[in-house]
């Protein structure tokens, strides 16, 4: 059964620090992983995907890598704002229709 | 530029009532999804729809039942509603085919008291 888990469950930063963000899966046999944001009491705004056959993908400040053969992928953020703050979710596309969520980072840059 | 259109955004049902909540997507996608997200456990499928026509059940589709009435329109029903069903519910959608995003609405907080 594909699990999704996110480390850190939360992070608190300063502006201008570049940060990482840790998505792990316990099965490499993914079509896609996509990462969102999702701020509070909003839905899910979608950032980056990456597909399978993929390394990484870029959007601005934002970077996203994804190694199958470990199961990981990672969310770069660069030069971090205030606005940044949100909650970062990733999920996986692996059998099926069926996308798995990680429970999420919940993430704040101080000012 | 609606995307993916649910509602209602917010409602509280006494246990046992039934409810159905709604979800429009004007995307032309093929598949639709309904989520429920809890504290702490992330987004969990209940339900999805892989193209018009069909239906699957996900992760946790105890409780629900779903109807896809076109293309369009993925609805979810609670037929009894109970307090372990307090959730805020995501409808999505996607092209069909597995490299392809999935777009979110905005969501509905349900209370069951």
């Known amino acids: 059964k594909q699990e999704v888990t996110q480390i850190p469950a939360a992070l608190s930063v300063p502006e201008g620090e570049n940060l990482v963000l840790n998505c792990s899966f316990t099965d490499s046999a993914i079509y896609n992983l996509q990462w969102f944001r999702q701020d509070p009491g909003k839905g899910l705004t979608s950032l980056l995907l990456i597909q399978s056959s993929q390394r990484e993908q870029t959007s601005g400040r934002l970077n996203a890598s994804l190694d199958k053969s470990s199961g990981r992928s990672t969310l770069y953020i660069a030069a971090s704002q205030p606005g940044d703050s949100a909650t970062y979710l990733c999920a996986v596309l692996a059998g099926g229709f069926k996308t798995i969520f990680g429970a999420g980072t919940r993430l704040f840059v101080k000012a | 530029n609606a995307g993916v259109t649910q509602t209602p955004k917010f409602q509280v049902l006494k246990t046992g009532q039934s409810m159905t909540l709604q979800c429009a997507q004007d995307m032309n996608h093929n598949s639709m999804y309904w989520y429920r997200q809890d504290p702490g456990m992330g987004l969990r499928l209940i339900y999805y729809s892989a193209s018009e026509g069909t239906t699957d059940k996900g992760e946790v589709p105890n409780g629900y039942n779903v109807s896809r009435l076109n293309k369009r329109e993925f609805s979810l029903r609670l037929e009894s509603a109970a307090p372990s069903q307090t959730s805020v519910y995501f409808c999505?959608?996607?092209?069909?085919?597995?490299?392809?995003?999935?777009?979110f609405g905005q969501g509905t907080r349900l209370t069951v008291v």
């Open positions: 999505a959608s996607s092209e069909e085919g597995k490299n392809t995003e999935a777009f």
